[in-house]
């Protein structure tokens, strides 16, 4: 079975950083993307970053490029998020998901390439101004 565990969030201020941790265990981890989503109340989910720890390929998106970084340590089977600089606009519940491989081997994390349908519980990120 499929388990993702998210950590590390909290209350920081603006400029702040904030680490969080995703902890996987059911499954070849270095098979597998693992995402980072967030959903800000009244928002949609969006993504945030990916990557897929057996190609070292990661992805983030324009608004968290040159502040987030995402990063696994395949030994402890962990994804991290490292976010610097924060603002009140990251505030969101940040969630992270496991990507099962739609096409074997695919070295880019993209939605297309992964599906990614297992969820771990979220962890809160506020950001005060």
């Known amino acids: 079975e499929v388990q993702l565990q998210a950590s590390g969030g909290g209350l920081v201020q603006t400029g702040g950083s904030l680490r969080l941790s995703c902890a996987a265990s059911g499954f070849t981890f270095e098979d597998y993307a693992i995402g980072w989503y967030r959903q800000a109340p009244g928002k949609e989910r969006e993504a945030v970053a990916c990557i897929t720890p057996g190609h070292g390929f990661t992805y983030l998106i324009d608004s968290v490029e040159g502040r987030f970084a995402i990063s696994s340590d395949n030994a402890k089977n962990t994804v991290y998020l490292q976010m610097t600089a924060l603002k009140p606009e990251d505030t969101a519940v940040y969630y992270c998901?496991?990507?099962?491989?739609?096409?074997?081997?695919?070295?880019?994390?993209?939605?297309?390439?992964?599906?990614?349908?297992?969820w771990g519980q979220g962890t809160q990120v506020t950001v005060s101004s």
């Open positions: 998901a496991a990507g099962n491989p739609i096409y074997r081997g695919a070295s880019r994390c993209y939605s297309e390439l992964y599906d990614y349908s297992s």
